[in-house]
């Protein structure tokens, strides 16, 4: 194939990209399904030298790749996240009680449940084994938009409401909605464990160089497991805090619509947290909510949510189609049925029960009426929809280049089975299932409605 013909097919591929949205937005089908598709189309063509990435000789170019993929997605859900937030108000901590419990026990659980799949189940060396189960033990922001929130919420879109519930409140104040509650919850925890993935890739980095636990145990716990968190969510803090200023007060930035302070914002964040050695993805997602904080309802955010996502969809693009063409070119050639053990074990046991798990503790507990507990029916869907993606092909590249793991031709084609798998599954349900979920709820509101006394009567059970 001519270099020509390349650019043609290269044209060709991101027009398919930009229309799939419109055409697939009520279809059985994601985006992400119908891009891996196409490269395995690709990948059965006879390319130029050096077109395929082989995830072993050009890890480096993976790694850089899959991070700014991962950045620019980390951007938008912080972007995109509507619901409060603030150490300065801990009232509101509540409201994101399904986002901590997917994080503090489904994400443990899922590194668990692979780990001693690899290691005990199937012998593998407990390095290598630990790092897979990190590697995908966080769900993706990049893959996972048909089960996300759509973006933020500003005094423009609100206008355009039928309902405009809220419109008249202020800036600062707390907007909840009932119906956002599984793609919150799923959009949250995408956001965040992202970087809480880190310290398990480290300690398997650790026992494949350093030795047992009981050598970097304790500094592992001080500093990797809660040191760089730290350090990675303040100085997000700050940045995002010191660039809202800017753009809302001092500079004007936000009134004149200068979206590339999304990208300034992103950059900054990361730069900063990984310079102090903090974890650069929390940095990125804290500085982005920290910015929305500044000015909840502005209009701006729209359009630096807007820009950030033309951006990640084109790097998705990229990734999705490598993914493919690597499939049907030689990646899948050391895959065997213990990856696909592991995949299947992880998309339809271990993630599921993690996550069903997590989100059954305290939901028995009566909230006030802002917040809720999800019912039976969203915390069966928010546990399925763990979709793996992007992050871990960034994890494994970054881990494989800090040191030598045996068999990173295996890990590899494993990672990419567990993702292509993960997308299929979670891909081809999500339209359906989130449908499903919406039609639901309106029909329960209805219900309500027509509960509801009217004016001058009195409702059940009321006190005078």
């Given at each position: 194939m001519s270099v020509d013909a390349v650019f043609l097919l290269g044209g060709l591929t991101l027009l398919v990209a930009v229309i799939l949205p419109t055409i697939l937005a009520r279809a059985w089908l994601s985006a992400p399904v119908v891009l891996i598709s196409l490269g395995c189309l690709i990948g059965l063509m006879p390319l130029p030298?050096?077109?395929?990435?082989?995830?072993?000789?050009?890890?480096?170019?993976i790694e850089h790749v899959t991070e700014l993929t991962v950045l620019l997605a980390l951007m938008g859900v912080g972007l995109a996240l509507d619901r409060p937030l603030s150490l300065r108000r801990p009232s509101g901590w509540p409201t994101w009680s399904a986002t901590w419990?997917?994080?503090?026990?489904?994400?443990?659980?899922?590194?668990?449940?692979?780990?001693?799949?690899?290691?005990?189940?199937?012998?593998l060396a407990a390095a290598p084994a630990l790092l897979l189960a990190a590697a995908l033990a966080p769900t993706d922001p990049v893959l996972a938009a048909d089960v996300q929130v759509e973006g933020p919420r500003t005094r423009a879109s609100r206008s355009t409401d039928d309902d405009a519930e809220g419109a008249g409140e202020d800036e600062g104040e707390q907007e909840v909605s009932e119906k956002d509650e599984v793609r919150f919850a799923l959009t949250s925890e995408a956001g965040l464990n992202d970087g809480l993935a880190f310290p398990f890739v480290y300690a398997a980095i650790f026992l494949a160089t350093t030795g047992p636990v009981a050598e970097w145990g304790l500094h592992w716990v001080a500093w990797e497991l809660v040191g760089k968190v730290a350090i990675g969510v303040l100085v997000?803090?700050?940045?995002?805090w010191g660039l809202a200023r800017v753009a809302f007060r001092a500079s004007g930035l936000a009134a004149r619509g200068e979206v590339l302070l999304g990208l300034a914002a992103m950059l900054t964040a990361y730069g900063a947290a990984e310079v102090a050695q903090g974890y650069g993805f929390l940095s990125v997602f804290t500085a982005a909510m920290a910015i929305r904080a500044a000015a909840r309802t502005h209009e701006f955010h729209e359009h630096m949510h807007s820009s950030i996502e033309r951006l990640e969809r084109l790097m998705t693009l990229v990734v999705l189609l490598f993914v493919g063409i690597s499939l049907t070119d030689g990646a899948l050639r050391y895959l065997d049925w213990r990856s696909v053990l592991i995949a299947t074990s992880l998309v339809l046991l271990i993630r599921p029960l993690s996550g069903w798990i997590a989100l059954s503790v305290g939901h028995w507990r009566v909230h006030d009426e802002v917040h809720r507990p999800l019912e039976r029916r969203e915390r069966a869907i928010t546990a399925f929809f763990g979709i793996r993606g992007v992050g871990t092909l960034y994890y494994l590249s970054y881990a494989l280049s800090e040191t030598t793991i045996e068999d990173?031709?295996?890990?590899?084609?494993?990672?990419?089975?567990?993702?292509?798998?993960?997308?299929?599954?979670?891909?081809?349900?999500?339209?359906?299932?989130?449908?499903?979920?919406?039609?639901?709820?309106?029909?329960?509101?209805?219900?309500?409605?027509?509960?509801?006394?009217?004016p001058g009567q009195e409702a059940f059970g009321a006190t005078s």
């Amino acid at each position: 194939m001519s270099v020509d013909a390349v650019f043609l097919l290269g044209g060709l591929t991101l027009l398919v990209a930009v229309i799939l949205p419109t055409i697939l937005a009520r279809a059985w089908l994601s985006a992400p399904v119908v891009l891996i598709s196409l490269g395995c189309l690709i990948g059965l063509m006879p390319l130029p030298n050096g077109f395929v990435l082989d995830p072993v000789d050009q890890r480096d170019t993976i790694e850089h790749v899959t991070e700014l993929t991962v950045l620019l997605a980390l951007m938008g859900v912080g972007l995109a996240l509507d619901r409060p937030l603030s150490l300065r108000r801990p009232s509101g901590w509540p409201t994101w009680s399904a986002t901590w419990k997917l994080l503090a026990i489904a994400m443990p659980l899922t590194i668990a449940g692979v780990f001693l799949v690899g290691w005990w189940g199937l012998g593998l060396a407990a390095a290598p084994a630990l790092l897979l189960a990190a590697a995908l033990a966080p769900t993706d922001p990049v893959l996972a938009a048909d089960v996300q929130v759509e973006g933020p919420r500003t005094r423009a879109s609100r206008s355009t409401d039928d309902d405009a519930e809220g419109a008249g409140e202020d800036e600062g104040e707390q907007e909840v909605s009932e119906k956002d509650e599984v793609r919150f919850a799923l959009t949250s925890e995408a956001g965040l464990n992202d970087g809480l993935a880190f310290p398990f890739v480290y300690a398997a980095i650790f026992l494949a160089t350093t030795g047992p636990v009981a050598e970097w145990g304790l500094h592992w716990v001080a500093w990797e497991l809660v040191g760089k968190v730290a350090i990675g969510v303040l100085v997000g803090l700050l940045v995002g805090w010191g660039l809202a200023r800017v753009a809302f007060r001092a500079s004007g930035l936000a009134a004149r619509g200068e979206v590339l302070l999304g990208l300034a914002a992103m950059l900054t964040a990361y730069g900063a947290a990984e310079v102090a050695q903090g974890y650069g993805f929390l940095s990125v997602f804290t500085a982005a909510m920290a910015i929305r904080a500044a000015a909840r309802t502005h209009e701006f955010h729209e359009h630096m949510h807007s820009s950030i996502e033309r951006l990640e969809r084109l790097m998705t693009l990229v990734v999705l189609l490598f993914v493919g063409i690597s499939l049907t070119d030689g990646a899948l050639r050391y895959l065997d049925w213990r990856s696909v053990l592991i995949a299947t074990s992880l998309v339809l046991l271990i993630r599921p029960l993690s996550g069903w798990i997590a989100l059954s503790v305290g939901h028995w507990r009566v909230h006030d009426e802002v917040h809720r507990p999800l019912e039976r029916r969203e915390r069966a869907i928010t546990a399925f929809f763990g979709i793996r993606g992007v992050g871990t092909l960034y994890y494994l590249s970054y881990a494989l280049s800090e040191t030598t793991i045996e068999d990173e031709r295996w890990l590899w084609a494993t990672a990419l089975f567990t993702i292509v798998l993960s997308v299929l599954v979670h891909g081809v349900a999500a339209t359906p299932v989130m449908q499903r979920l919406e039609d639901a709820r309106e029909r329960l509101e209805d219900r309500r409605r027509d509960d509801t006394p009217g004016p001058g009567q009195e409702a059940f059970g009321a006190t005078s």
